[in-house]
């Protein structure tokens, strides 16, 4: 897979309209984000029984890194969006989250374990950015370190023309969000409109996405050039059905 439209590094995929119903939206959809770190916490122990510092890459608003904190000694995160990465500094606080591009950041100093999770990494732009941003990751991971990445979609497994919608509320909001994924090639176009009422109002906004698709050999080679040896894991542990994992270590 060569290279493809090379995307604008800036926190325009998740400004403030998004990030502000952000965890509204996963948390009331189901997403379980501690048993997510439960399991990578655990995946970590197996592969580095050692590990007590964790780097969270494009860590979002911190919500896994809520439940990381309390399973490791020292834990910090990098995030793009300043909107995200606000919220997660709200959340955590004494905890470093870094402004960072997770295809050339660079922290100047070492983690046991790394992990960047739910499919950043499918924002890539083809197998160049994917090396870079895994290459970014590994120089961060310390000797007999890990490094979990949590793939976006494989190219054999998306189902181009999916329509997905979803309505969610709290006390005081209620969000409705339709959303139709279009495939050109390797890239996916997730075009979504949200509804937001509130005390304000009802207000509408458009939040689109570009994606690309790799194969799992794609990511496994990805990790082997950044000088790790690599697993892909399956529907791991308790994740959501259908994910995957990809686990590296630096001997």
């Known amino acids: 897979m060569t290279t493809v439209d090379s995307r604008t590094r800036d926190d325009n995929v998740y400004g403030e309209d998004v990030s502000e119903i952000y965890d509204l939206l996963y948390q009331r959809r189901g997403k379980d984000y501690a ?3 439960a399991v990578v916490a655990g995946l970590i122990r197996d592969h580095a029984p050692h590990a007590a510092t964790l780097l969270d890459v494009a860590c979002g608003t911190g919500e896994h890194l809520r439940s ?27 905890v470093a989250v870094h402004p960072g591009d997770i295809r050339d950041f660079d922290l100047g100093r070492s983690f046991d374990a790394v992990c960047s999770l739910y499919g950043t990494v499918g ?22 370190g890990v490094l979990i990445v949590e793939p976006w979609y ?27 994924s279009v495939r050109a090639g390797d890239t996916v176009e997730v075009r979504a409109h949200y509804l937001v009422g509130d005390g304000d109002g ?23 050039r950044a000088g790790l040896d690599v697993t892909c894991l399956e529907e791991t542990g308790d994740m959501l059905a259908g994910r995957s994992l990809f686990l590296g270590v630096r001997r």
Do not use: C, N
């Open 154 to 180: 494989f190219r054999d497994g998306f189902a181009d023309g999916h329509i997905g919608h979803d309505v969610v509320r709290d006390e005081h909001r209620v969000v409705a969000r339709v959303a139709r």
């Open 35 to 37: 048993q997510e770190a």
């Open 202 to 224: 009802v207000r509408h906004f458009e939040h689109v996405q570009v994606m690309s698709l790799f194969s799992r050999e794609e990511y496994a080679a990805a990790f082997r």
């Open 68 to 94: 990381l904190r309390t399973m490791f000694e020292h834990v910090e995160g990098v995030e793009l969006s300043d909107a995200m990465r606000e919220r997660a500094r709200a959340k955590l606080p004494g």
């Open 123 to 144: 924002y890539m732009a083809g197998t160049e950015e994917l090396d870079a941003a895994i290459g970014s990751m590994a120089r961060h991971v310390a000797p007999g």
